[in-house]
C-alpha cells in the first residue's frame, strides 16, 4: 500500500496532473475495501450458516437421546412387547483420549474385562487409527459383575473418554404368547413381523438430541449449558386380542399338537359381529425374544397358506341355493350314493359316510332326502346336483361373492406380509363335468383358515362379510389417539337374514349334534352350529391318503358372539378311543372336540349366558 501510495504522488510529467493522480488513488482504495466489504459479507451473511456449522461441529458433540419404543397390549391391558434399558454398552472417545494415555487406558480396560495382553494391544491399536474419532464401541455388553469396577475406575479418572451406556432392548414377557400378532423386532429395533412391522411408524419413537460443548480433545466444558431437545417416545399399541381368550386357544392348541402330532395347527377367534380378531395361534410358533432362523416358524400360515376347504364349503353354496330360490331346507333332492357327470371320468361318492336308508323318503319313484339333512350329512352327490343346478356361473358369482379369491383386507396381512388371496379359478376355465362337482364339495379352489372364517362368519351375522383387524387403537406417549379400529364391512353377500340365521343356522345346529358328523364337538351349555371339512392332501401331484382335518363355527347360535376356525394339517398321532381303537382322522374327531372346548372356554370367560336346556341331552 506504501508503494502505491508513494506511486500515485510521485513527480509525473506535466502531462499527468495531480488531481487526476488523486483520482485515480481513490478509485483503487475504493475497489479494495469495496472488496473486503464484499468479503466480509460473504463471510459474515451469505456463508454464515456454513461457518457456524464448521465451528459447532468442532466445538460442540450431539448425544443422541433416545426415545422409548411403544408398548404392544391385549384389549384387556396385559404388556405384550415393551422396551427395556438395562445393561451397559462400553464405548470410547478416543479424541478424548491423550496420546500419552493410549496405552495405559487400552491396558486398564483390557484388565477390567480380564482379557490378555493381546487384546489390550488390539485395543491400543484401534484407538490410534481412530484418534480424530469420537466414537468407538469396544463391547455390545458388558458383564454385570464388572460393571461396578468399570463405574469406580471411570470415577477416580484412570479411563478418560470411556463411557457406559445403557442398552435398549425390546422385550417379550409372555414369550411366544400371540406371537404371530405382535411379531418382533430386528437388532436396529426395527419391526420385522406382526404389529411391530405393520405399525412402526407409530411404534417408533422420535429420538432427541443434547448438544454438549467441548474442547480441542472432544472432552465436555464444565460450567457451559447444553441445548437439548427432547426425545419423543413411540405410541402404544392395543391388539384386539384378549388374553383370556387368547390364552385358552394356545392352551388347546397345545393340547391338539400333544394328541395328534399335526404338521400345522391354526385357531382363529373372531368377534362375529365386527371381525375383531379375540385370539390367534398357529403350530409352529417362535420366541420374540429369540426369533432365530426358522422363517417357517414365525410364518403366519392363518393368512399365508391356503388350502382346499372341502366341505366346509358347502353350506356356502348351499345358501346360494337358497337365496336365488332354486331350494328350500325341505325342498327334496334325489340321493344315490354314487354319481357320474356325464363328460367326467371319476365319478362322485359318498363312500364311507352313506346316508341310511331309514333316512331317505321315496318321492316320485325315487330315493330322496331334504336339502337340509343332505348338507348335515354331508352327502357328495347331493352337493354336486346342487351345483349343477346352479351352473358355472351362479357357483362361480356364489364364491367370489362370499370374497373368495381376494385377500381379506386384515390390518396385519397384505401382499408385504405373504398373505394369500387364496386360488378361485377364472369363470372361462370352469368346465360342468369338472368344476362343478369339485367345487361342490370343497376341491379345486384354496382358501387360507382367516378367509374360511371370516365368509363362514357371513352366515352367523346375516350376510356381511367383516373386514378382520387385530389393531384396535393407537395411543401416542401424551394420550392422544391417534388411530381407532371401527368395524368395517368388506362386502355384503347378497345373501338374507332369513337364508343365514333362520334356514341355515338351523342346519348347521344340527351338524353339531349326534344327527350330524360334528357330533363329538357339542356341548351342554351352548348350541354350536358349524361344519366340518376333511380335505385330502395333494403330494407328488396326487391325492394322498394325509388329511387336513378342520371345523369351522359359531357359538351361541341362536344369538352368536364367536365365530372360531381350527385347522389340524396332516393328524399323524395315534388316539384311541373308549374301546381302545384307533380315531380315525376326520374334521369331525380332530378338529372339532377342540373348537367345542375353546368355544365353551372362551364364552364362559366372556361371560356369556348359557343356553336353555335342550328336552333331550345333546350329543348322545
Not at 377367534?269 to 432362523?293: C, H, R, W
Request: charged share 20%; with cysteine; hydrophobic share 40%.
Amino acid at each position: 500500500m506504501s508503494k502505491l501510495l508513494l506511486w500515485l504522488f510521485a513527480d509525473r510529467p506535466a502531462s499527468s496532473s495531480p488531481r487526476r493522480s488523486a483520482v485515480w488513488g481513490l478509485g483503487v482504495i475504493a475497489v479494495v475495501i469495496a472488496g473486503l466489504c464484499g468479503r466480509l459479507y460473504d463471510l459474515q451473511v451469505v456463508q454464515h450458516e456454513r461457518y457456524l456449522e464448521r465451528r459447532n461441529s468442532n466445538s460442540t458433540r450431539a448425544v443422541t437421546l433416545p426415545g422409548t419404543r411403544g408398548r404392544i397390549v391385549s384389549e384387556d391391558g396385559v404388556t405384550l412387547a415393551q422396551t427395556t434399558f438395562s445393561g451397559a454398552s462400553l464405548v470410547v472417545n478416543p479424541r478424548a483420549i491423550p496420546a500419552d494415555e493410549r496405552a495405559a487406558v487400552a491396558g486398564r480396560l483390557a484388565q477390567l474385562l480380564e482379557r490378555d495382553a493381546a487384546f489390550a494391544a488390539e485395543l491400543e491399536r484401534e484407538l490410534y487409527l481412530r484418534r480424530d474419532k469420537f466414537f468407538y464401541a469396544v463391547m455390545r455388553e458388558v458383564p454385570q459383575a464388572h460393571e461396578a469396577a468399570f463405574r469406580a475406575a471411570m470415577a477416580g479418572g484412570e479411563l478418560p473418554g470411556v463411557e457406559l451406556r445403557a442398552i435398549e432392548t425390546r422385550e417379550y414377557p409372555l414369550g411366544d404368547f400371540a406371537a404371530h400378532l405382535v411379531g418382533f423386532v430386528g437388532s436396529d429395533m426395527y419391526g420385522q413381523e406382526g404389529a411391530e412391522r405393520a405399525l412402526e411408524k407409530f411404534l417408533a419413537a422420535k429420538p432427541g438430541k443434547r448438544l454438549i460443548t467441548v474442547d480441542a480433545l472432544g472432552r465436555p466444558v464444565q460450567g457451559v449449558d447444553d441445548t437439548v431437545q427432547a426425545a419423543c417416545d413411540g405410541a402404544n399399541v392395543e391388539l384386539t386380542i384378549n388374553a383370556g381368550i387368547q390364552a385358552i386357544v394356545e392352551d388347546e392348541l397345545r393340547e391338539c399338537v400333544d394328541n395328534w402330532d399335526p404338521v400345522t395347527v391354526t385357531v382363529i377367534v373372531m368377534e362375529t359381529q365386527t371381525g375383531a380378531i379375540l385370539g390367534m395361534a398357529n403350530y409352529p410358533s417362535f420366541d420374540p425374544n429369540k426369533p432365530g432362523t426358522d422363517a417357517a416358524a414365525r410364518t403366519n400360515i392363518a393368512i399365508t397358506d391356503p388350502i382346499e376347504p372341502r366341505s366346509m364349503f358347502k353350506p356356502l353354496i348351499v345358501c346360494s341355493a337358497y337365496q336365488r330360490g332354486i331350494l328350500t331346507p325341505e325342498s327334496m333332492v334325489e340321493y344315490t350314493p354314487e354319481l357320474s357327470v356325464p363328460g367326467r371320468k371319476k365319478r362322485v361318492s359318498d363312500h364311507g359316510h352313506e346316508i341310511p336308508a331309514d333316512q331317505l323318503t321315496l318321492y316320485m319313484g325315487r330315493n330322496c332326502v331334504s336339502t337340509s339333512a343332505a348338507l348335515v350329512k354331508s352327502s357328495n352327490t347331493v352337493m354336486t346336483r346342487i351345483g349343477l343346478m346352479l351352473g358355472c356361473e351362479n357357483l362361480y358369482n356364489s364364491i367370489t361373492g362370499f370374497g373368495f379369491g381376494r385377500r381379506t383386507g386384515f390390518d396385519l396381512g397384505g401382499p408385504s406380509f405373504g398373505e394369500s388371496a387364496g386360488r378361485v379359478r377364472p369363470l372361462a376355465d370352469w368346465t360342468v363335468p369338472n368344476s362343478i362337482p369339485s367345487v361342490s364339495i370343497g376341491y379345486e379352489v384354496q382358501v387360507t383358515p382367516m378367509q374360511m372364517l371370516n365368509c363362514f362368519n357371513a352366515i352367523a351375522n346375516g350376510g356381511r362379510v367383516m373386514k378382520p383387524y387385530a389393531v384396535n387403537r393407537v395411543t401416542a406417549a401424551d394420550g392422544k389417539v391417534l388411530y381407532e379400529a371401527q368395524p368395517t364391512v368388506l362386502l355384503d353377500t347378497g345373501l338374507s337374514h332369513e337364508v343365514t340365521r333362520v334356514q341355515m343356522n338351523e342346519t348347521l345346529k344340527r351338524v353339531v349334534s349326534g344327527e350330524g358328523t360334528a357330533g363329538s364337538g357339542a356341548l351342554k351349555e351352548y348350541r354350536i352350529a358349524g361344519k366340518t371339512g376333511t380335505a385330502h392332501k395333494v403330494k407328488n401331484g396326487q391325492y394322498s391318503s394325509d388329511k387336513i382335518c378342520s371345523f369351522v363355527g359359531y357359538a351361541p347360535a341362536d344369538n352368536p358372539v364367536i365365530s372360531v376356525i381350527v385347522v389340524v394339517n396332516e393328524a399323524r398321532g395315534k388316539v384311541l378311543n373308549k374301546w381302545g381303537y384307533p380315531i380315525r382322522h376326520y374334521g369331525g374327531t380332530v378338529a372339532a372336540p377342540a373348537m367345542s372346548r375353546i368355544t365353551l372356554r372362551a364364552l364362559k370367560h366372556l361371560g356369556v349366558p348359557e343356553d336353555a336346556p335342550l328336552p333331550e341331552t345333546v350329543g348322545k
